[in-house]
C-alpha cells in the first residue's frame, strides 16, 4: 500500500484554515485542544497558525502561553517530562520573543502583575498547620504586602478578560480552609465597559443610541499552585458545550460553566461563583436540610420567589445529573456542590473520571424536587464532546487511559436506545443515584 502524503498535506492544510475561519470566542474556547494539536503537527500548519494568531490577538497570545507552560510536564511536581515539551518551549520562545512595542510591554506587565499574585500561595504554605489564630493574621500581612498599582494598563485576571484589575481588596485575602496546597482567594475591583442603549427619541435624530460606560464590580479568584486545574478546565469545556446543546434544542435547562485557567505546571486561575453557598456551609450555619434553607431565604412554599427558586432546582438539577453522568464527575460531595442566590445548583471542582461511578442525589435533593424527578435526557450532539475528550488523550491527566477512555465516554451516550428507552434508562440511572452509598459517605467526614 502506498501512503498519499499529498493527501495528509491538504488535510492537515485544511485543518489550519479551517482554524483561521472560525471567530475568535471559538478559538479561545478551544485553545487546550489547539495546543495538544501540535502533536500531530509534523507539517507545521497548527505551529504557523499559533504564530500568526498571537501578533494580531494579544490574549490569544497570553492563554496559549499559558496553556503551553502548563503542559510541559505530566506531574504537578514537573518531574515527569512531556514529550511534546521541546516543541512546546520552542513554540512559546518564538511567539514571546516575537512580541515588541506596545505588545511587548502589555505581556511583560500582565505576566509581572500574575507572577506577583501566585507568589502568594507559596508563602502561606508553611502555615498551614499552624494555630488558628497565626493562619488568621498571617495571610492579612501576606496580602498587605501585594499592592495593584496598575490602574490604566489594561491588566486582568487570566480567568476573565473582559475587565481590568484595577485595586485589591486587601482584607479578602485568605487561603482555603483544610487543603494541603494552600490555594488562596481573593476579591478584586474590576473595570468593565457595557454598552447603554439610549430610548430618548431626540437620539434617533441625533444618530447616539448607544454609547458605552465604564463601571466598576468586585470579582472573587482562586488562585492554585501546586495542583493541576486541566481536568476541570476539560469538564467546564464539555459543560459550556452541554449548555449549548439545551439551548439550541430549547430545553429550558441551567448549567454554569465557570471559568477556569491553567497557566502553568500545577497552577491556574478558577473564578468564584457569585452570590452562591456551598451545601457544607449550609450545614455548618446549622441549615438542617435544603427544603428549610429555601423555605427561609424565600419566605416560605408559596411565594413567587420560592416558585421560581424550586424550578430553577429542578431545571439545573436535571442539567447537572445529564452532564455528571456523561462524564461520571467522581468526589461529589457538600463541599463541591453550590446553591446560589436564585436556587440553581452548581458544582465546582471537578475530576473526570470516565469509568463507573454515581451521581449524588439525596433525599433532601428529591424533597425539594417535590418527591420526584423528571424524565430522563437523551437528546446529544455527542460526536462534538467525543472531538473535544479525544484531542486531550496525550495530555496523561490520570482520568485519561487511552482509548479505552473514549469508548467509556461514548457508552455513556447509550446510542442504541431509542427515545422511550433513553428516558426509561435514564430514569434508572436516577434511581440508582437516589442516596447512593458512594455518593454520600465523603458527607459523614
Not at 501585594?146 to 486587601?170: C, H, M, Q, R, W
Not at 452541554?242 to 491556574?268: E, H, M
Request: with cysteine; net charge positive.
Amino acid at each position: 500500500m502506498i501512503f498519499d502524503w499529498g493527501f495528509l498535506l491538504r488535510w492537515t492544510e485544511t485543518r489550519a484554515e479551517v482554524l483561521k475561519q472560525h471567530p475568535v470566542d471559538l478559538t479561545f474556547f478551544f485553545v487546550p485542544q489547539v495546543v495538544q494539536a501540535l502533536r500531530f503537527d509534523d507539517l507545521g500548519y497548527i505551529a504557523q497558525f499559533i504564530f500568526e494568531t498571537t501578533k494580531v490577538l494579544q490574549l490569544f497570545c497570553h492563554q496559549i502561553i499559558w496553556n503551553m507552560k502548563a503542559n510541559c510536564y505530566k506531574d504537578d511536581a514537573a518531574e515527569i517530562m512531556n514529550p511534546l515539551k521541546p516543541t512546546l518551549d520552542w513554540m512559546a520562545d518564538m511567539v514571546v520573543d516575537s512580541l515588541s512595542g506596545d505588545a511587548r510591554a502589555f505581556y511583560n506587565r500582565k505576566f509581572g502583575f500574575f507572577n506577583k499574585v501566585t507568589s502568594i500561595p507559596g508563602k502561606l504554605k508553611p502555615f498551614i498547620k499552624k494555630s488558628k489564630p497565626e493562619k488568621k493574621a498571617r495571610p492579612s500581612k501576606i496580602i498587605l504586602g501585594f499592592d495593584l498599582t496598575f490602574v490604566d494598563i489594561g491588566v486582568y485576571l487570566p480567568s476573565n478578560s473582559e475587565g481590568s484589575a484595577i485595586n485589591i481588596d486587601k482584607k479578602s485575602g485568605q487561603p482555603l480552609q483544610s487543603h494541603p496546597k494552600a490555594p488562596f482567594m481573593a476579591t478584586f475591583k474590576v473595570r468593565k465597559e457595557r454598552i447603554i442603549i439610549d430610548s430618548d427619541p431626540k437620539s434617533l435624530l441625533n444618530g447616539a443610541l448607544k454609547k458605552h460606560e465604564e463601571y466598576d464590580i468586585w470579582q472573587q479568584a482562586i488562585f492554585k499552585v501546586g495542583d493541576d486545574c486541566q481536568q476541570d478546565v476539560l469538564a467546564l469545556q464539555i459543560i459550556a458545550m452541554f449548555k449549548n446543546i439545551f439551548t439550541s434544542i430549547r430545553l429550558t435547562l441551567y448549567l454554569l460553566p465557570y471559568r477556569v485557567t491553567a497557566t502553568a505546571i500545577g497552577c491556574g486561575v478558577i473564578d468564584v461563583v457569585p452570590n452562591a453557598i456551598s451545601r457544607d456551609k449550609m450545614g455548618r450555619a446549622t441549615v438542617n436540610d435544603l427544603l428549610n434553607f429555601f423555605i427561609s431565604k424565600y419566605r416560605g412554599e408559596e411565594t413567587v420567589a420560592s416558585q421560581c427558586a424550586h424550578l430553577n432546582f429542578i431545571q439545573s438539577m436535571a442539567a447537572c445529573f445529564v452532564a455528571c453522568y456523561i462524564l461520571q464527575i467522581k468526589d461529589r460531595h457538600n463541599g463541591n456542590i453550590m446553591i446560589d442566590g436564585e436556587g440553581h445548583i452548581i458544582h465546582i471542582d471537578f475530576g473526570v473520571k470516565f469509568e463507573p461511578s454515581s451521581f449524588k442525589l439525596t433525599h433532601e435533593m428529591v424533597v425539594l424536587i417535590g418527591g420526584r424527578y423528571s424524565q430522563g435526557y437523551e437528546l446529544f450532539q455527542h460526536p462534538m464532546l467525543i472531538s473535544t475528550a479525544q484531542l486531550m488523550l496525550g495530555t496523561g491527566f490520570p482520568s485519561f487511559k487511552g482509548k479505552l477512555t473514549i469508548k467509556h465516554l461514548k457508552d455513556q451516550f447509550a446510542l442504541g436506545l431509542n427515545e422511550r428507552q433513553a428516558a426509561e434508562w435514564m430514569m434508572g440511572i436516577v434511581h440508582n443515584a437516589h442516596e447512593n452509598v458512594r455518593s454520600t459517605a465523603y458527607d459523614e467526614f
